[in-house]
């Protein structure tokens, strides 16, 4: 946890990862995360795997480096204790859906009462039009953004990717948004409201290179992306696994055309044109499929870092804590959890030569830093009072 954002407040009534990723990423930067769960706490907190009777491994990696207060805000006593933090506070988060935040009374104009220069940031499944309030869920947007199809199989039936990509893609633009607010009002002195939907984040993230053809008007006739759709665009089999090859430039493809002994394909005139090259995609591709089975995913990558050539093993997701690059870096800790025991997580992925760096602290229990946050509270009060 790095200090970049020391005394920062935020106030944090998001559920699930899309909310609580985004601002475990500012908590990591050490802002002070005040997460508001409902009496049942957080939903994310029973997903498993997990302890019995425990936090989910998906709870316990997107909400560390938080303080944790339940409250029900359909109670008087409680709003009114919402409503005593948020006057503390810089930034109030949630990813509900607009008739919900002002059903509970946290809609922008009444939390402004409140806290007039609040940095207000709300990240629901849809923008201000027809589906405005329609409940969304990853899958709901994967499908609607057009990833789903993007990722189907052979047959042509779409899939949904192995990840809950939506929900952090749509977070790092809520990060992104408090950051970008809080940078503003230092600039004014004034609050502001930002909002980020899922699906409109999704489309932004897809359609840089997928909006194609159709980015001219009239449309020009394409396939999208030419490399990015090839067929032939995959990892590798090889003599013992799998690979990513990627040559790119034409650099790459001689040093790579080198490598298997095609100085035909190496000297080739078009290689040196980057359209000619790219209308060749499918065929490029399929001299490395052929080639790659010559060789042991081992021998493949010493070649091709030697030759400077993009590659890379393709790694099980079980293979990461102890991958060589991630070993050396330190990026996998351990810490103690006071209920679950030891815990290995993934570090922030930000790193920093001149902020200070302060030990990460535990996913928190519910509601389990009341007395703290309240006690901070009435010091606070006095001493404006």
Known sequence: MFDLLKGVR???????????????????????????????GDVFRGARPGQPGGDGAGFLNCNRNK?????DLAKPDDKAILD??????????????DKSARKLAIDYDTVKAVKPDIVYCSARGYGEGPYGDEPAYDDCIQAASGLAWLNADASGAPRFVRTILCDKVAGLHLAFAVASGLAARARTGEGCHIETPMY?????????????GQTFVPPLPDRGYIRLNAAGRKPYRTRDGYAAIMPYTAAHWRRFFGLIGRDDLAEADWLSDNEARSSRIEMLYETIEQAAPERTTRAWLDALREADIPCAPVNRIEDLPGEEHLAATGYFRQMTHPAEGDLLYAASPFASRTAQEEADRPAPALDGDRDDILSELSVYERSRS
């Open 10 to 40: 935020i106030i944090d009534l998001s559920t699930v990862v899309l909310g609580p990723y985004a601002t475990q990423l500012l908590g990591d930067m050490g802002a002070d995360i005040i997460k508001v769960e409902p009496a049942g």
């Open 67 to 71: 303080r944790s207060i339940a409250l």
């Open 84 to 97: 005593r933090l948020t006057a503390t506070a810089d930034v109030f988060v949630h990813n509900m859906r």
């Open 200 to 212: 409109e984040a999704m489309a932004s993230f897809l359609l840089i290179e997928q909006l194609s």
